[in-house]
């Protein structure tokens, strides 16, 4: 199904208040899927999502992207994935044991990334004191 516009609209006339789309942290959880592949997992299942974000920042490369789900197509999605009616990579899923490894691996990887961050920073106050402290 096509993604609807981020308008906002309601899908139908009779419909008096709109249910709240569904975001990316809820549709993890409901489909057991890592987040990064929901938008891809979305499109197989047929559900629509609204997208926002992504505007070109010029040199600063791009915003970030957020999807919001349907709520009933995600409910739908939900039951389909579930009885293995989408085909979904086993690496994109929270439920499997390669699912989870690399979703363990990225873990590390982001940690491992900020603790050589804070061990520069850390080296080159401790360089700037110690220059000082000599001079």
Not at 24 to 44: I, T, Y
């Amino acid at each position: 199904m096509p993604r609807t516009p981020d308008s906002g609209a309601a899908e139908s006339d009779h419909e008096e208040e709109e249910e709240p789309w569904l975001g990316s942290d809820e549709v993890s959880e409901l489909w057991q899927v890592r987040k990064h592949w929901l938008p891809s997992v979305a499109a197989l299942a047929g559900v629509r999502e609204r997208e926002f974000g992504g505007e070109s920042r010029g040199s600063y490369g791009a915003a970030l992207t957020f999807h919001h789900y349907h709520p009933a197509d995600a409910r739908r999605a939900a039951s389909i994935i579930a009885e293995g009616g989408v085909e979904i990579p086993s690496t994109w899923r929270l439920d499997t044991p390669a699912g989870r490894l690399v979703e363990k691996g990225s873990l590390f990887a982001f940690r491992l990334g900020c603790l050589v961050a804070v061990a520069m920073i850390l080296s080159m106050v401790w360089m700037l004191v110690h220059a000082l402290a000599s001079s």
